[in-house]
């Protein structure tokens, strides 16, 4: 297709995905036959020539920055929402620009722009160029395209998909979750799906091009009994193709939100007070992400926020305690075949055998700890210039069975679910509200609970944890996103069973009392 203005590619464009309106706003390699990650979007539609991205980059360095690259991004996002069995919303957004950046030491420059002509390019190079005071540097007159893998290949663009595909799935979805229970009053099913164009060129003569789809199915629902009301939600997604979302997967996700709701009519508030606490697999993760990994990225230990800022080679957990950090799971959320400062993604073992063995870096934190990049430089957009964030995080499974953890306690607190965390990230004390959970008596797990929380410190947790099962799971759904210094980006996150030999539950009263 040969260029056309910008105005008209974004109707266009919206056209296609069957959007409303317009706003400017287990891991391993997995290749398959599908659209290529990149496939030379930005030259065929907008001009952007290896030529074009030379000069601009020679003018981000033209002051003596060390070095400078060039983040291009088309976003295309659509939602559509059932509640009360009609469609309440059905809307599209298209987020298209270029961020330039330069790097001068420790320090970064920072411009951007929503109008790719080369006018603007070179304006916006010229800002993040105040970074340096020097004189300039030459760029390489060669790119060499990066090759990586694809761990989440598209038969079909979603862009390609209208409305009227989707549509059914959401009804289909919000009446089962009706037909399960008569207690339950209200739903609302909403669907979402995303597909993200980047192109990267750096001033050391990367050109990396990639395509990120992020999609989910999400239903939330009230339930009413003896006059009670209570409410849950629960989603399935990823990195995903349209065709993952099958009957099968609209029965499986009006299922668990139903079961949860339902569950809730029968808890009660446990004693409160320190206690043995099982973490259950999968979704409970995100504590490990929240109050144990933030303090693993390592722009927070460069600047000696992290607890972790002096720990690396030291133990930090006991030697069954294995954690990882990566991007290559298939179709996962935190997955990415490339950073977004050119990296390929790539496994790193934060935690090994309980002792702390790296960080996660970009490009800066990388070069002040004299290591290579993790391939942790991450940005919400092209608005924003990459800094070390987590991709998929997870600890590793023991040796031990889910029975004999749940077992080796006498009295306690079983957590299937928690949410609305708060967590300082240098110190890492944190608390999450548990969500799902149940009364662990006499080593078997009995009477489920709720409205409370669970309280503590991250790296003090990570010490407590005292057994690892050997049923790792990892979050299954699509709207896990984490907020840092005003963006916020997709991830994910998993654990096995463990347990933690002590940690605070608040309740209604202390035990004993």
Same mark, same amino acid.
């Given at each position: 297709m040969g260029s056309m203005s910008r105005r008209n590619f974004l109707q266009t464009s919206l056209a296609v995905g069957g959007a409303a309106t317009v706003t400017h706003l287990v891991p391993g390699a997995w290749v398959t036959a599908g659209h290529a990650a990149g496939n030379g979007f930005f030259e065929s539609e907008f001009g952007i020539t290896?030529?074009?991205?030379?000069?601009?980059?020679? !003018? &981000?360095?033209?002051?003596?920055?060390?070095? &400078?690259?060039?983040?291009?991004?088309?976003? +295309?996002?659509?939602?559509?929402?059932?509640?009360?069995?009609? @469609?309440?919303? &059905?809307?599209?957004?298209?987020? *298209?620009?270029?961020?330039?950046r330069t790097v001068k030491g420790d320090q970064t420059g920072y411009g951007f722009t929503q109008d790719l002509t080369k006018e603007s390019l070179l304006a916006a190079a010229a800002t993040a160029a105040t970074i340096a005071d020097g004189n300039g540097r030459s760029v390489t007159k060669t790119f060499l395209p990066l090759k990586h893998e694809n761990y989440y290949p598209l038969e079909r663009m979603f862009t390609?998909?209208? *409305?009227?595909?989707?549509?059914? *799935? +959401?009804?289909?979805?919000?009446?089962?979750?009706? &037909?399960?229970?008569?207690? $339950? %009053?209200? $739903?609302?099913?909403?669907m979402h799906d995303q597909q993200k164009r980047i192109l990267l060129y750096t001033s050391d003569g990367v050109k990396a091009e990639d395509t990120l789809p992020r999609n989910y199915l999400s239903a939330s629902l009230v339930a009413e009994k003896d006059g009670k009301q209570e409410r849950s939600g629960f989603n399935f997604g990823g990195r995903h193709e349209f065709s993952y979302y099958t009957p099968n997967v609209a029965d499986a996700l009006a299922k668990e939100v139903v079961d949860r709701v339902l569950v809730l009519f029968k808890a009660e508030q446990p004693p409160a007070g320190e206690m043995p606490v099982v973490l259950g697999p999968g979704v409970t993760g995100i504590l490990l992400h929240e109050a144990i990994g933030h303090g693993m990225e390592a722009d927070f230990n460069r600047k000696g926020v992290s607890t972790y800022a002096t720990m690396i080679g030291k133990k930090v957990a006991e030697p069954f305690v294995n954690i990882i950090d990566e991007?290559?799971? #298939?179709?996962?959320?935190?997955?990415? =075949?490339?950073?977004?400062?050119? %990296?390929?993604?790539?496994?790193?073992?934060? @935690?090994? =055998?309980?002792?702390?063995?790296?960080? *996660?870096?970009?490009? %800066?934190?990388?070069?002040?700890?004299?290591?290579?990049?993790?391939? =942790?430089? !991450?940005?919400?957009?092209?608005?924003?210039?990459?800094? #070390?964030?987590?991709?998929?995080?997870?600890?590793?499974?023991?040796?031990?069975? #889910?029975e004999d953890v749940i077992k080796s306690v006498k009295k306690g607190i079983y957590v299937q679910d928690i949410s609305n965390g708060q967590v300082k990230i240098g110190e890492g004390d944190f608390a999450f509200y548990v969500s799902q959970g149940n009364m662990i008596e006499n080593g078997k797990i009995t009477r489920p609970v709720k409205d409370i929380n669970i309280m503590g410190n991250g790296p003090k947790m990570l010490q407590n944890v005292t057994m690892v099962a050997n049923d790792l799971e990892l979050y299954q759904g699509g709207t896990g996103a984490c907020g840092k210094d005003g963006q916020s980006m997709p991830v994910s996150f998993g654990l096995p069973t463990c347990l933690v030999k002590s940690m605070t539950v608040g309740g209604v009263q202390k035990q004993g009392a």
């Open positions: 290896d030529e074009l991205c030379q000069m601009v980059l020679e !003018r &981000a360095l033209s002051k003596g920055g060390d070095f &400078a690259d060039i983040y291009f991004e088309h976003t +295309v996002s659509n939602w559509v929402s059932l509640e009360d069995g009609k @469609v309440d919303r &059905a809307y599209g957004n298209i987020d *298209l620009g270029v961020g330039i390609e998909i209208p *409305l009227s595909e989707k549509l059914p *799935l +959401v009804k289909v979805t919000n009446e089962k979750c009706f &037909a399960l229970s008569d207690h $339950v %009053i209200k $739903v609302n099913v909403s991007g290559i799971t #298939p179709r996962q959320l935190g997955s990415v =075949n490339v950073d977004d400062e050119g %990296i390929p993604g790539q496994k790193t073992m934060l @935690v090994e =055998n309980g002792i702390l063995t790296s960080y *996660l870096h970009d490009r %800066i934190s990388a070069k002040h700890y004299g290591v290579k990049p993790t391939g =942790n430089g !991450r940005r919400e957009s092209y608005q924003h210039y990459p800094i #070390p964030r987590m991709r998929n995080t997870y600890m590793l499974g023991g040796e031990s069975t #889910p």
